[in-house]
């Protein structure tokens, strides 16, 4: 069965800081994964994803993500983060069928 | 609708009430799934239904807990016999998987408050 963990539940960062989440799974086969974000009071909406090819991959609002096979991982990285940035951050992957998603990663930016 | 619609949008009910939750998904999209939500916690996959195959039930919690759709269109999860742990936001999200781009596209959820 597939599974899905994020280590960081809550982050607090200054703005202008650099920001990696976590995010490992565990499944035997082929893979796609994704991270989605939940902005305040909106409903979730996808970041970026990973299907195949380049293994870093870039999203919307100058987000990116690595998937490292070997480590079985798929962090979610920012340069440089804005207030704006504050929000519910989830991993997501998808093995046969179905997408799991993992627990969130709060993420607070101080101005 | 342009969007995946979700009815009710907040649910207060007694405990052993059953209830009915209901979700639109986007037209022409074949997956559609049901998470729960509880407060402060991550999305807890449900159910997933993908054209006319035999949905995956893995993740209902127990057999108070059951969901049907009608072809590609509207789905209803149905709890019966609630308690308080089923307190949470159940969201359902859509799916045009024969395009297999996985992207999920989310309604905004229907709170439901077990008393």
């Known amino acids: 069965a597939q599974s899905v963990s994020q280590h960081n539940h809550h982050v607090i960062l200054s703005e202008a800081a650099s920001l990696e989440l976590g995010c490992n799974y565990s499944y035997g086969g082929t893979v796609n994964l994704f991270w989605y974000v939940q902005y305040p009071g909106q409903h979730l909406q996808l970041l970026l994803k990973?299907?195949?090819?380049?293994?870093l991959v870039k999203g919307i609002k100058g987000f990116e993500a690595e998937f490292i096979k070997s480590k079985f991982s798929f962090n979610l990285r920012k340069p440089s983060v804005q207030w704006s940035d504050t929000a519910e951050y989830f991993c997501?992957?998808?093995?046969?069928?179905?997408?799991?998603f993992g627990s969130g990663t709060r993420l607070s930016i101080r101005p | 609708g342009a969007g995946v619609s979700q009815s009710p949008s907040n649910k207060v009910t007694e405990k052993g009430k059953d209830v009915e939750l209901r979700c639109d998904p986007i037209?022409?999209?074949?997956?559609l799934y049901w998470y729960r939500q509880r407060l402060g916690q991550g999305l807890e996959f449900l159910i997933y239904f993908q054209g006319n195959s035999a949905p995956d039930k893995s993740g209902l919690p127990s057999d108070r807990f059951s969901a049907e759709r009608t072809g590609e269109s509207v789905s209803t999860l149905t709890i019966q016999r609630t308690q308080q742990e089923d307190s949470a936001v159940y969201l359902c999200?859509?799916?045009?998987?024969?395009?297999?781009?996985?992207?999920?596209?989310f309604g905004e959820g229907s709170r439901l408050t077990v008393l």
């Open positions: 999200a859509s799916s045009h998987d024969r395009m297999n781009t996985g992207e999920l596209f």
């Open positions: 037209s022409g999209h074949t997956a």
């Open positions: 997501a992957v998808r093995g046969a069928s179905k997408i799991i």
């Open positions: 990973y299907f195949s090819g380049d293994p």
